[in-house]
C-alpha cells in the first residue's frame, strides 16, 4: 500500500538529502536543527504542494489540515500563539527552491501582526517603535507581495516622511512617526486594492504561503531560471518559521556570514552584520553594514559563538557555507545555510585548499570547479599603474574587468546590450527586477550594499564583475548620472572601467593586460595561490580524462600557443585561411586561368607558401596529431565583393581589366546557397589539380620535417563527404599524391585519410564512409545547420531571440550540442563505423568541442578527442576530466 502524500514537514524530521521535496533552504534548516545548532522552530510546505497548486490553482485538499497541526505543535514549543493581542507568535514566510535562486522569489517578515497584537508586541518587548516597525514592514512586504500594491508608493511614503523629521534613513523614524506611516500604509492597501489589509492571521499566512508559490512563475524567476538552466517544473517549497528579531536595539543585530571569502576564496569569517536591523535590511543593501569583524567587538560572545558553529557548518558540508543569522538581545540564532555561491576565483582556491586540509579528496575537489570557470579567470584585467585614480572605491564583490556605458535602469541595459554595446549598470542598490539589465551588463555598480547585497550575489552567482557599496558615489536616478567625490559627474552613455577585484571605478576605457591565470597556463609557471589551485586541478583533471583534447589552429603561432596550453595535436587545422591577405592573389590567379596551363601555374605556385605552413605547424606539433582539413569554402569566397567590384567598375572611366574578369568570375560562380553549393570534396573533384596540390604540400612537409629529424604525424581530412564514392574518389588521389612523394623523396609516409561527418546522410551510412575512412571528425557547427535546416548567421539574427525566450531552445544549438538530434546522429555513425572498423578514431572538430556540457555528451558517446580553439584548451581538459568523474558510463558508449 502507498504511503499518503505529506505535503509539510517539520524541521526536525527532515535532512539536507531532501532539498527535492524540501527545497534548499527548508533542507538546511532541518539538517541545523538535526546537528543541534539554535535554529527557530518551524515547518517547511513542500515542492510537491507547490506543484499541485501551480497545475491546479488550488491547495491540495490535505495542505491546510497539515499546516495548521504544524502551526499548532510550533505554538505549543514557542508558549505563543500566532497574533495573539496579548503576546503575539509571528513567523516569517521564505521561498526555498531546491537549487539557490537569491532574490528571486518572495519573502514576507512578521506575518500575525494586526491592530491588536502589535501593542501585544509592543508591551512584550517593551519596545514600542519596535513594534510598530514591524507592523509597518509587514503592510509594506504583504502589501507588494501578496496584494499586488506598487512598491514605489510604499517608498515614497517612507522618504515623504524621512523629509518632514530630517531622518536620514528609516532607522531615524521615531515612534510617532512610524504609527502614522503605519496608518498612510494601510490606507495605501485600501486604495490601491479595495479591501482592508487582513487582521486575520491565519488568513495572512495562507495568502503568504500562495504568493510564493506565485512567486515561482514571476518574470524575474523565469528569466533567472533560464539563464542558470534551471528545470521549470520543480516548483518551490515554502518555510514557515518563527520570527526572531535583530531590531530591538544595539544589542541585536542581524548578518551574513560566509565561512571562507566568496570572492577570493581565501580563508577566513567574512561577511555584514547590521545591528538593530532585521534581515532584508541586509540583502537589500538600503543600509550599509558592518564588516562582520564588528560583531566582535560589539557582542564578542554572540560572535565567538557564532564562530563556532560556522566551524561546524563547515565541517559537515564540506565546503564554503552562506549562513545568515539574527543576534536577538545577546542570543545567537542560525536562520539559514547553504553552500554558498562563489567566483570562480573562489571555487579552485576553496576546493584546493580544502584538498590540502583532508576534507575532500582529489576528485571531489574537480568536481567542484569547471571549465566556465576557469575560462572567466583567463580573462585579461586592467592594466592600472600607481598614478590611476579612481573615481570611487567600494566592496570588490565579484572580481573582473569590465568596461561599458553607463546606464542607470534594467530596461536601458537590456536595450543597449541588445543593439550590441557594452553597458556598466549602475544603481543605487539592486532589487530583483533589476535582473535582465545585470544580465545584460558586463558590470554592477551599486553605490550602497556589501559582499552579501543583492547585487553581490547575484553578480558572484553569474560571473559578472561588481562593485558594490561605493559610498563616495552620489547617485542620481532621475537625472540619470552619479558624481564622484571631485565633483566629477558621469552621464548615462560615458564610458567607466569597472575593477572588481580591486573594488574601484575610473573613468574612461582602462588598457587591459594578460591574466595571471593565462600566463601559468602558458608556462606552466605559478605566480600564487590561485594559479596553483588552477594548475592542481589541471593536473588531476589529465591523470583522469579519457578524452582527449587537441585545438583548432591554423597557424604555427596559434600551434605553438594550443601546445603550451596543453593541447595534445591539432583536430582541425583549416588551409582555406592559409589563403587569406596577401596570398588571396594567388587563389584569384587560380579562379581566372583561361586553360589548364594556367591553372596549374597557379597552383604551382600556391605549394610553395602551403607546404611552409605545414612544414611549421608540424614542427610545433612535432609527435602530436595534426589534422589538416583540405580546402572546404566555395572558391567565390575568395574573390572581391560583387557590390564592391561594380562600384568601382562604374566609378571609373578607365577600370582595371582584371575588376572586370573578377566581376565575371563573382557572377559566374554565384549561388543561391553556397553552403550546400560547390565546396569541400566537391570542390576538390570539380576542380583539377586544387586536391593534388594541397595533398603534395601535406607530404613534403612532412617529409621536410622527417628528415630534419621530427615526428610528423599529419593527418589528411576529406570535408563535406555525403556518400562514400566520393571519398572513395577523393582517397584514390589522396593516395596517388602520397605515393608520388615517397617515391620522389624516398621516404615512408604514413598519413592517415579520413573524413568529416557534417551531413546527416553521412552520419546514417557512416558504415560505409567507414570502409574507406581512417578516422571520422564530427564538423559539428554545420552537421547542426544541416540538421536542423537553417544558416547558422541568418537564424541568430532573426529568429534565435523569439526561440530561447519562448522555451522552443533552452540554450543555442551552436553554443551546446543538441543531444536529441544533432547528438543522436554523432552516436549513431560512431556507432556505426567502428562496427565496419573497430579501431575507427572519433572526434569533435566545430566548437562544441569547447563547450563544458557538450564536452560531457561527447563523453558518453566514447569519442576519441575533441578539438577547440586554442584559447578554450584548458577548460576542455578540465571538463574532459570532470566527464570522467561524474558521467557514471562514462567508459565509453560504443566503444
Given at each position: 500500500m502507498t504511503a499518503p502524500i505529506r505535503y509539510v514537514y517539520e524541521f526536525a524530521e527532515g535532512g539536507r538529502d531532501m532539498?527535492?521535496?524540501?527545497?534548499?533552504?527548508?533542507?538546511?534548516?532541518?539538517?541545523?536543527?538535526?546537528i543541534g545548532l539554535p535554529v527557530p522552530p518551524g515547518f517547511t510546505v513542500t515542492t510537491e504542494a507547490c506543484k499541485v497548486y501551480l497545475a491546479t490553482g488550488e491547495e491540495p485538499d490535505e495542505l491546510g489540515v497539515e499546516a495548521a497541526r504544524a502551526l499548532a505543535r510550533l505554538e505549543e514549543a514557542m508558549g505563543r500563539t500566532l497574533g495573539a493581542p496579548d503576546d503575539p507568535l509571528l513567523?516569517?514566510?521564505?521561498?526555498?527552491?531546491?537549487?539557490?535562486?537569491?532574490?528571486?522569489?518572495?519573502?514576507?517578515?512578521?506575518?500575525?501582526?494586526?491592530?491588536?497584537?502589535?501593542?501585544?508586541?509592543?508591551?512584550?518587548?517593551?519596545?514600542?517603535?519596535?513594534?510598530?516597525?514591524?507592523?509597518?514592514?509587514?503592510?509594506?512586504?504583504?502589501?507588494?507581495?501578496?496584494?499586488?500594491?506598487?512598491?514605489?508608493?510604499?517608498?515614497?511614503?517612507?522618504?515623504?516622511?524621512?523629509?518632514?523629521?530630517?531622518?536620514?534613513?528609516?532607522?531615524?523614524l521615531d515612534t510617532r512617526e512610524l504609527v502614522l506611516l503605519t496608518e498612510e500604509f494601510k490606507a495605501i492597501v485600501r486604495k490601491e486594492t479595495g479591501e482592508y489589509f487582513p487582521q486575520d492571521p491565519a488568513d495572512q499566512l495562507a495568502r503568504a504561503v500562495r504568493a510564493v508559490f506565485d512567486s515561482w512563475n514571476t518574470e524575474r524567476a523565469r528569466v533567472y531560471r533560464h539563464r542558470e538552466h534551471i528545470p521549470e517544473d520543480l516548483g518551490t517549497a515554502v518555510n514557515v518559521q518563527a520570527m526572531v528579531f535583530g531590531n530591538l536595539g544595539s544589542d541585536s543585530g542581524t548578518g551574513v556570514a560566509f565561512t571562507r571569502d566568496p570572492a577570493t576564496g581565501a580563508r577566513g569569517v567574512y561577511g555584514d552584520y547590521l545591528p538593530d536591523a532585521q534581515g532584508e535590511d541586509v540583502v537589500a543593501g538600503v543600509r550599509d553594514a558592518l564588516p562582520l569583524s564588528e560583531l566582535e567587538r560589539l557582542d564578542p560572545r554572540a560572535y565567538a559563538e557564532l564562530g563556532r558553529h560556522l566551524g561546524t557548518l563547515e565541517e559537515h558540508y564540506r565546503d564554503l557555507c552562506d549562513v545568515e543569522f539574527t543576534v536577538e538581545r545577546g542570543r545567537l540564532w542560525i536562520l539559514q545555510t547553504r553552500v554558498g555561491k562563489r567566483t570562480a576565483e573562489a571555487a579552485f582556491r576553496i576546493a584546493h585548499d580544502l584538498r590540502a586540509e583532508g576534507a575532500v579528496d582529489a576528485d571531489e575537489a574537480l568536481k567542484r570547479v569547471d571549465g566556465a570557470g576557469l575560462t572567466r579567470l583567463m580573462f585579461p584585467r586592467f592594466a592600472t599603474t600607481g598614478t590611476d585614480v579612481p573615481l570611487a572605491r567600494g566592496v570588490p564583490a565579484s572580481p573582473g574587468a569590465a568596461v561599458g556605458a553607463v546606464v542607470f535602469d534594467s530596461a536601458e541595459a537590456v536595450r543597449r546590450a541588445e543593439a550590441g554595446e557594452r553597458v556598466v549598470l549602475v544603481r543605487r542598490e539592486t532589487t530583483p527586477d533589476d535582473l535582465p539589465g545585470m544580465i545584460a551588463a558586463e558590470a554592477v555598480l551599486t553605490s550602497r550594499g556589501g559582499k552579501t547585497s543583492h547585487a553581490a550575489v547575484v553578480a558572484r552567482g553569474m560571473g559578472k564583475v561588481c562593485?558594490?557599496?561605493?559610498?563616495?558615489?552620489?547617485?542620481?536616478?532621475?537625472?540619470?548620472?552619479?558624481?564622484?567625490?571631485?565633483?566629477?559627474?558621469?552621464?548615462?552613455?560615458?564610458?567607466?572601467?569597472?575593477?572588481?577585484?580591486?573594488?574601484?571605478?575610473?573613468?574612461?576605457?582602462?588598457?587591459?593586460?594578460?591574466?595571471?591565470?593565462?600566463?601559468?597556463?602558458?608556462?606552466?609557471?605559478?605566480?600564487?595561490?590561485?594559479?596553483?589551485?588552477?594548475?592542481?586541478?589541471?593536473?588531476?583533471?589529465?591523470?583522469?580524462?579519457?578524452?582527449?583534447?587537441?585545438?583548432?589552429?591554423?597557424?604555427?603561432?596559434d600551434a605553438v600557443r594550443a601546445r603550451a596550453l596543453g593541447a595534445r595535436g591539432i583536430g582541425l587545422c583549416r588551409t582555406e585561411h592559409m589563403f587569406l591577405g596577401e596570398r588571396r592573389a594567388l587563389v584569384e590567379a587560380m579562379i581566372l586561368a583561361r586553360d589548364d596551363g594556367a591553372r596549374e601555374e597557379a597552383l604551382a605556385a600556391l605549394l610553395p607558401p602551403q607546404r611552409d605552413d605545414f612544414t611549421a605547424i608540424l614542427a610545433a606539433m612535432d609527435g602530436l596529431p595534426v589534422t589538416i582539413r583540405l580546402l572546404d569554402p566555395p572558391l567565390h569566397e575568395f574573390l572581391p565583393d560583387r557590390t564592391d567590384l561594380a562600384v568601382r567598375l562604374a566609378a571609373t572611366a578607365d577600370p582595371d581589366p582584371r575588376d572586370r574578369e573578377l566581376l565575371a568570375a563573382v557572377e559566374r560562380m554565384s549561388e543561391q546557397n553556397p553552403m550546400l553549393g560547390l565546396r569541400g570534396v566537391r570542390l576538390g573533384l570539380a576542380v583539377p589539380g586544387l586536391m593534388a596540390m594541397q595533398v603534395r604540400a601535406v607530404a613534403e612537409a612532412a617529409t621536410a620535417r622527417l628528415r630534419a629529424g621530427g615526428t610528423p604525424r599529419a593527418e589528411i581530412m576529406i570535408p563535406l563527404v555525403g556518400t562514400v564514392e566520393e571519398l572513395r574518389l577523393a582517397r584514390a588521389e589522396t593516395e596517388r599524391v602520397l605515393a608520388e612523394v615517397a617515391a620522389e623523396t624516398g621516404t615512408d609516409l604514413d598519413c592517415p585519410i579520413g573524413t568529416m561527418i557534417e551531413l546527416p546522410r553521412a552520419a546514417l551510412t557512416a558504415g560505409r564512409i567507414a570502409e574507406a575512412a581512417d578516422f571520422f571528425s564530427f564538423g559539428t557547427n554545420d552537421l547542426t545547420q544541416t540538421t536542423w535546416g537553417l544558416s547558422r548567421d541568418d537564424a541568430e539574427a532573426s529568429f534565435f531571440p523569439l526561440y530561447l525566450d519562448k522555451g522552443v531552445f533552452e540554450v543555442s544549438p551552436f553554443e551546446t550540442i543538441d543531444q536529441e538530434g544533432v547528438g543522436r546522429l554523432v552516436e549513431l555513425a560512431a556507432e556505426a563505423g567502428r562496427a565496419v572498423r573497430p579501431g575507427l578514431e572519433t572526434g569533435v572538430c566545430g566548437e562544441h568541442g569547447g563547450d563544458p556540457a557538450s564536452i560531457h555528451f561527447f563523453h558518453r558517446a566514447g569519442l576519441d578527442y575533441v578539438s577547440c580553439s586554442p584559447f578554450r584548451v584548458p577548460a576542455a581538459r578540465l571538463e574532459a576530466g570532470r566527464a570522467t568523474l561524474t558521467d557514471s558510463d562514462g567508459s565509453g558508449a560504443g566503444r
Open positions: 532539498a527535492g521535496l524540501l527545497g534548499g533552504k527548508g533542507a538546511g534548516l532541518a539538517e541545523m536543527t538535526r513567523v516569517s514566510v521564505r521561498s526555498g527552491a531546491r537549487f539557490s535562486m537569491p532574490g528571486m522569489m518572495e519573502t514576507i517578515l512578521d506575518i500575525g501582526l494586526n491592530d491588536e497584537s502589535v501593542g501585544g508586541l509592543a508591551k512584550a518587548s517593551g519596545q514600542e517603535r519596535f513594534a510598530w516597525d514591524s507592523y509597518r514592514r509587514l503592510i509594506q512586504m504583504f502589501g507588494h507581495t501578496v496584494m499586488g500594491v506598487d512598491a514605489e508608493l510604499f517608498e515614497q511614503a517612507i522618504v515623504e516622511h524621512r523629509e518632514r523629521r530630517a531622518a536620514a534613513t528609516d532607522h531615524d562593485v558594490c557599496g561605493a559610498e563616495a558615489l552620489s547617485v542620481d536616478l532621475a537625472a540619470r548620472r552619479f558624481t564622484a567625490p571631485d565633483d566629477t559627474v558621469v552621464e548615462e552613455g560615458d564610458t567607466v572601467s569597472v575593477d572588481g577585484t580591486a573594488g574601484t571605478v575610473h573613468l574612461g576605457e582602462l588598457p587591459l593586460t594578460a591574466s595571471d591565470v593565462g600566463h601559468a597556463l602558458e608556462t606552466g609557471t605559478s605566480t600564487g595561490p590561485l594559479t596553483d589551485a588552477v594548475l592542481d586541478a589541471l593536473a588531476h583533471a589529465d591523470s583522469v580524462r579519457r578524452l582527449e583534447v587537441r585545438a583548432n589552429a591554423d597557424t604555427p603561432e
